[in-house]
């Protein structure tokens, strides 16, 4: 087992780190305070070439594979975790999806636009009444001579305002239950197609948050991602890559949570010595850099599983549970080691604990999460017979050994 980076892993984690800490620091606090969205920073991010990752070379990508990606959205998510967001929607849950499922027309058409920034995409699953629930979709598409007719309203759809194309999913045919959903390719320019910024939200106040309306927006068949009846296969598929994304974000925010925590503790001071030399200090900061570290061990092995192009929903799952979590302690404890000054806007803990806080609700709340791993671990078991335990060793061979 080897947990060596290679050269160019380690290449691309500094070069991600130097753009974040010059191109995305400067303005973080600002943006945030505003609540706005950074259109300069987004064509920084384009021309630089983030949101060409991990697609082909043949679609305009530059080939990296997910262990890059991961630590390239760390080191986004350590610095601000909105602009984080806007890189993780783009990739996740629009690029990706569209080289799985997509035709080969739809590669040629989207793929290079997305991966210059020409184009910025969103994702549309989430509705008023359909949440964790994502089979209870009430967007309808009607199928109408080689159109389809789409009616209904998305809800917290991040980059929702700013996208020119959307993965939609809809239901068919409410009477095939999960079986009846469709997922379609929405430029959002179509006419019936409008979208409006939700504000007031606790975090993330310089992603772009929206609702999205579809009145009588008619599309063609070819606007169809992958086939008729498999709308809901797409949307899990979309999670799978959106929480493989969370989960790496959760990395970089306590990796942020330390950088500051341990460059105060070494600054203020208290009863006539640095706070960093407190035990029960140094038990916050210790508490952090070990979920830090077992957290990105996590978010690299589902990355490696992903590289090995095997099922990796457990591994995501487990990795999106743990990070999102464990962040959320880790922004606890940074606002506790600045005490009182955690507490006010003057210093980033404030940003970083109000951010940290959606890690665990969205791309599946962490209650989910602990359904999809319990229910893989009973599954498992189950298939084992009565009393017979999961086999650990299987997890970590290499799948051409296993029969």
Excluded at 91 to 111: D, N, R
Excluded at 114 to 119: D, I, N, T, V, Y
Excluded at 204 to 217: C, M
């Amino acid at each position: 087992m080897d947990f060596n980076l290679t050269s160019d892993q380690r290449a691309v984690w500094q070069w991600a780190r130097d753009f974040a800490d010059k191109e995305i620091a400067p303005k973080v606090e600002e943006n945030d305070q505003k609540a706005q969205f950074d259109f300069d920073l987004m064509k920084k991010i384009a021309d630089n070439g983030f949101f060409a990752a991990i697609l082909p070379e043949e679609y305009g990508g530059q080939a990296m594979d997910h262990i890059s990606y991961a630590l390239m959205t760390e080191e986004i998510a350590r610095v601000d975790s909105s602009t984080r967001t806007l890189f993780s929607v783009q990739i996740s849950l629009v690029e990706k999806p569209i080289m799985e499922w997509g035709s080969e027309a739809q590669k040629k058409h989207y793929l290079p636009k997305l991966a210059s920034g020409e184009m910025i995409g969103c994702f549309g699953l989430t509705e008023p009444n359909a949440g964790s629930d994502a089979g209870n979709q009430q967007t309808r598409a009607v199928k109408d001579g080689d159109h389809y007719v789409l009616n209904g309203q998305k809800t917290w759809i991040s980059n929702g305002t700013i996208a020119h194309v959307a993965i939609i999913i809809a239901q068919t045919d409410p009477s095939k239950g999960h079986k009846g959903m469709c997922a379609f390719l929405v430029d959002t320019d179509t006419k019936g197609f409008t979208s409006q910024k939700m504000g007031n939200k606790l975090g993330l106040k310089s992603s772009d948050t929206a609702e999205l309306f579809l009145d009588n927006v008619r599309v063609p068949e070819s606007a169809m991602l992958g086939k008729p009846g498999e709308g809901f296969k797409v949307a899990m598929y979309c999670l799978d890559q959106g929480r493989f994304s969370v989960a790496c974000g959760g990395v970089g925010v306590m990796q942020a949570c330390i950088d500051v925590s341990t460059e105060y503790a070494m600054e203020r001071e208290a009863f006539g010595q640095k706070i960093g030399e407190f035990q029960m200090v140094q038990s916050m900061i210790a508490d952090m850099a070990v979920d830090c570290e077992c957290g990105r061990l996590l978010v690299l092995r589902a990355a490696h599983k992903k590289d090995q192009g095997v099922r990796n929903t457990r591994e995501t799952s487990m990795a999106k549970l743990f990070c999102a979590d464990a962040a959320n302690r880790a922004a606890y404890n940074a606002v506790q080691v600045f005490g009182g000054y955690g507490f006010s806007e003057e210093y980033p803990v404030a940003r970083i604990y109000r951010d940290a806080r959606v890690l665990s609700l969205y791309e599946g709340t962490s209650q989910i999460h602990r359904i999809i791993v319990s229910h893989d671990e009973l599954g498992l078991r189950a298939a084992n017979g009565p009393g017979m335990p999961n086999n650990p060793i299987d997890r970590y061979s290499n799948p051409a050994d296993l029969d």
